[in-house]
């Protein structure tokens, strides 16, 4: 079993929908990283949390440290949302970031 | 700002020729990480760095070495290429583990 899980690994939408990403570890962490990956392969950090929710314009991430539970959320979604959106927990144990598969999110106009 | 540039973006090599990829980044970070994806897949952590003549193996460390003896600077020499060795390269760093990780655009290399 992976030590960080992301589901779906695929989710096809139309645009202005609300969108939820999920990622849930077994590990004991120090933060956790969600990151969104275009084509074309650049990598940008969105949110770093270690406790509660953020908010960055349309995206909000909540983190639930009692279940070892994250979600990644996207309102009112757009075709240029479309990407790989990935999670990575930074480790207790050591200066690792543990790696989800991604979840690939299209936005159909 | 330049956060962290890498070079070459591509290359191809030939089967058994060396090379080195350069990362450098301007924001004084500790940590430095070497990962590669393969089409489809996720990030596998090559090598990482937590500071100046620190250096340890992550998850697939075989046929790479690496040096630091910058803190802004994080070469990955790949000796004796090999066609398994076909794939993205992104160099990576943070100040620590727990702020903002930040990656290079990306270094494509093919292995013929």
């Known amino acids: 079993k992976n030590e960080v899980e992301q589901s779906p690994q695929n989710l096809t939408a139309q645009e202005g929908e609300f969108i939820t990403i999920n990622c849930s570890y077994s590990?004991?962490?120090?933060?956790l990283h969600w990151l969104q990956q275009h084509p074309g392969g650049g990598i940008v950090s969105l949110f770093m949390?270690?406790?509660?929710?953020k908010k960055h314009g349309r995206l909000i991430a909540t983190i639930n440290i009692q279940e070892k539970h994250s979600s990644l959320h996207i309102t009112a979604s757009h075709p240029r949302d479309s990407a790989v959106y990935i999670c990575a927990v930074g480790s207790n144990s050591n200066y690792q970031l543990i790696w989800g598969a991604g979840t690939k999110l299209i936005i159909k106009p | 700002n330049a956060g962290v540039t890498q070079t070459p973006k591509f290359r191809i090599l030939k089967i058994g020729q060396s090379m080195t990829l350069q990362c450098t980044q301007d924001m004084n970070h500790n940590y430095m990480y070497w990962y590669r994806q393969d089409p489809g897949m996720g990030l596998k952590l090559i090598y990482y760095s937590v500071g100046a003549g620190i250096t340890d193996k992550g998850e697939v460390p075989n046929g790479y070495n690496v040096s630091r003896s910058t803190t802004e600077d994080f070469p990955l020499r790949l000796e004796l290429a090999a066609p398994s060795q076909t794939s993205v390269y992104f160099c990576?760093?943070?100040?620590?583990?727990?702020?903002?990780?930040?990656f290079g655009e990306g270094s494509w290399l093919t292995v013929v």
């Open positions: 990576a760093s943070s100040s620590e583990i727990r702020n903002t990780i930040y």
């Open positions: 949390l270690s406790s509660g929710k």
């Open positions: 590990v004991g962490i120090s933060a």
